[in-house]
């Protein structure tokens, strides 16, 4: 396991929103907080400055001072409840952030390597609120920072990346896609909704709604849905997934994940296999001679 705390940055007042409560607006039947602490959920403590609110984890809840001081300030009042030699840094609002940035970001910041590494988006522009910092050099800066301006208030997040020596990542076209107005909201919600990436996406919100820590092949229980619907009837597909599920949990309990997942691909082998002698049954009739 990769050793590394997180700060997620949840204030600000979200005037382009209307002053909205942002990290609690939803995505894809998550808020946008709950998305990123998805992503770092195997750090070893997260610190999320900001006003407190229900979480899907357990977090610490920390403020800048004073209150709506800027980022740089929130980062130094995160930083104070970290302990790790990295600091995941990511702010509250991105939807589309993968575990595999995040596992690229803390690549490029292993000890002894540079200060750091951050996002760069598709323009080549820096994140650096998506981004890993060694914790030494980032303490270190913020408080040279804090003697020369008698504060981190109001200050501007480039005057502490101008100051480390931090390797560039670039990420996916949408691991650093931020929601800074409505028009954005909209445009992550259409997204979520896409062909391509609904099933994943709604998945993924009902683990997370029902406390499931569990990776299955959902390519499988797809198949089954459609064999069971094609082979008997229609209504036989929610139902027989249903029964899997039942019977999966019942052969797991007490047992890891992994062998929770196993125990599902094994159900669903076992009434796929009956769903397509059904569909045999029925395309050779009743009469003599049928198996």
């Not at 800048?64 to 970290?82: M, N, Q, S, Y």
């Amino acid at each position: 396991m990769t050793a590394y705390d997180a700060i997620v940055l949840a204030g600000g007042a979200a005037k382009r929103l209307g002053g909205a409560d942002k990290p609690g607006l939803r995505v894809g039947g998550r808020a946008l907080l709950d998305r990123v602490l998805a992503v770092c959920a195997d750090a070893g403590s997260t610190v999320v400055v900001g006003g407190r609110r229900p979480t899907v984890r357990p977090v610490t809840w920390t403020r800048e001072v004073p209150e709506g001081g800027g980022p740089l300030a929130a980062l130094g009042a995160g930083v104070r409840h970290t302990a790790a030699e990295r600091v995941l840094v990511l702010s509250a609002d991105l939807p589309f952030l993968g575990e595999a940035t995040v596992r690229s970001l803390l690549a490029a910041a292993e000890p002894g390597a540079r200060e750091g590494a951050l996002c760069t988006d598709g323009d080549g522009r820096d994140q650096p609120l998506v981004a890993v910092y060694r914790a030494e050099p980032l303490r270190r800066e913020l408080a040279l920072l804090a003697t020369e301006h008698g504060g981190l208030a109001g200050l501007p997040l480039r005057l502490l990346t101008a100051e480390l020596d931090l390797a560039r990542v670039q990420a996916g076209p949408l691991a650093s896609f931020d929601c800074d107005t409505w028009e954005d909201i909209a445009a992550a919600r259409a997204r979520i909704r896409e062909h391509g990436a609904v099933l994943d996406e709604w998945i993924t919100s009902v683990k997370n709604e029902l406390g499931i820590e569990l990776d299955v092949d959902t390519g499988v229980l797809l198949d089954l849905a459609r064999d069971a619907a094609h082979g008997v009837a229609r209504p036989a597909a929610p139902l027989t997934t249903f029964l899997v599920g039942y019977a999966a949990a019942l052969a797991s309990s007490g047992k890891s994940p992994a062998d929770a997942a196993e125990a599902v691909a094994e159900a669903s082998r076992k009434a796929t296999a009956l769903a397509l002698r059904w569909e045999e049954e029925t395309a050779a009739g009743s009469g003599p001679g049928t198996p």
